[in-house]
């Protein structure tokens, strides 16, 4: 398969009724390319015991940050 564009895209573009938007993505895609890390800097601190429990019902507890 081939690419057809050779650098990340970093944009899109939106139509909507006679305007067009461009929308930067550079925020979003940092934001996305490391999501653990990203949280775990906002938070300041991992699930705890109780929280796993509550939110990730399908996996064993694994400490987070």
């Known amino acids: 398969m081939s690419r057809l564009w050779s650098k990340p895209i970093t944009s ?7 305007e067009l938007e461009l929308w930067d993505l550079t925020k979003y895609l940092a934001w996305t390319a ?10 300041s601190r991992g699930l ?4 796993w429990t509550d939110y990730v019902q399908t996996a064993d507890f694994l400490p987070t940050c």
Do not use: F, G
């Not at 705890?48 to 929280?51: F, G, H, I, L, W």
């Open 12 to 18: 899109a573009l939106r139509a909507r009724s006679s």
């Open 34 to 43: 490391h999501p653990l890390e990203k949280a775990c800097a906002m938070s």
């Open 48 to 51: 705890t015991r109780s929280e």
